[in-house]
């Protein structure tokens, strides 16, 4: 297995403090935001905010439901 990059390691890091993940999670960078760490709806939104203001990149036209199923439509599924 090769090293992450300084990047990536940060990356890692972030998510595992926003997620409160224990360090020992297995975590990489192919996990899913959504399906492995359960990120939807607002918690989401508040976590990508988090994501662009860290690492410095612009929104410009990130589409969330592209990425993300939104909250009300996950309650339709589930309820």
Do not use: C
Request: glycine share 6%.
């Amino acid at each position: 297995m090769t090293q992450p990059s300084a990047l990536s390691a940060e990356l890692l890091k972030f998510i595992h403090a926003r997620r409160g993940l224990s360090s020992t999670q297995a975590l990489s960078l192919s996990s899913s935001l959504e399906r492995d760490l359960g990120l939807t709806g607002d918690n989401a939104a508040y976590f990508m905010e988090a994501y662009f203001e860290q690492f410095h990149v612009e929104v410009g036209d990130f589409n969330f439901p592209r990425y993300f199923v939104e909250e009300s439509a996950r309650d339709r599924f589930f309820f």
